[in-house]
């Protein structure tokens, strides 16, 4: 079983940064494609930006050249460093993650574990 704890949330003004990070615990899987999620009150739930074990990279149209995924070498962490930050990025944000050498899905079903989650607050 694997255990995520996402932090980094916090509350901040339009056009600034934020880092989140999710440390897993756990059984450690040789493969895996993890993410991070974020859902808004009142929305459906959004795939912002996956990472698969030859870190390949993908991201939603909307964080497109202002979010980042990385990991750490030894891939018990994962990190999303967000930029240029805007009032619609307010959501809580999740991270998730699968063990599978591709991100064969950017579906939350998908996904196996998650993380209970970071409040992310952006002001204009």
């Known amino acids: 079983q694997v255990q995520l704890v996402e932090s980094g949330g916090d509350s901040v003004q339009a056009g600034g940064s934020l880092r989140l990070s999710c440390a897993a615990f756990?059984?450690?899987?040789?493969?895996?494609?993890m993410g991070w999620f974020r859902q808004a009150p009142g929305k459906e739930r959004e795939g912002v930006a996956f990472?698969?074990?030859?870190?390949?990279?993908r991201y939603a149209d909307s964080v497109k050249g202002r979010f980042s995924i990385s990991q750490d070498n030894a891939r018990n962490t994962l990190y999303l460093q967000m930029n240029n930050l805007k009032a619609e990025d307010t959501a809580m944000y999740y991270c998730?993650?699968?063990?599978?050498?591709?991100?064969?899905?950017?579906?939350?079903?998908?996904?196996?574990?998650w993380g209970q989650g970071t409040q992310v607050t952006v002001s204009s």
């Open positions: 998730a993650a699968r063990e599978s050498w591709n991100c064969a899905s950017v579906s939350g079903s998908w996904f196996s574990y």
């Open positions: 756990g059984h450690a899987y040789s493969s895996y494609c």
């Open positions: 990472i698969d074990s030859d870190r390949r990279t």
